[in-house]
């Protein structure tokens, strides 16, 4: 039985933990410009949308990236580096 409530923990720890790299992310990206959300997907996921290039907005952008992050294409520590990297957030943006 203990073994049991092992697993149910684990599954819910995991949860919670996956709710708030999901919050974190969404606040995050609401840092990135439309030019920044471009240079992520084609830097890191070596791809743009396949949508019509000429109607592409920022909300498709964001499809697609939470897309890939739900089939672990992507995690929330790449997002992180990439925003650091380009000055999208200072450090203590994650503090």
Known sequence: MAALGNIIMGLFGRS????????????LLDNFQFADLQSFCINILGENPAID???LSS???LDF???KYHKGKIQFSQLKDFALKHNIVTENFFE
Do not use: G, P
Request: avoid cysteine; hydrophobic fraction near 40%; proline fraction near 0%.
């Open 16 to 27: 919670k933990q996956n709710d708030a790299t999901v919050e974190q992310m969404r606040i």
């Open 53 to 55: 290039k000429e109607h």
């Open 65 to 67: 990236i939470w897309d």
């Open 59 to 61: 909300i498709e952008i």
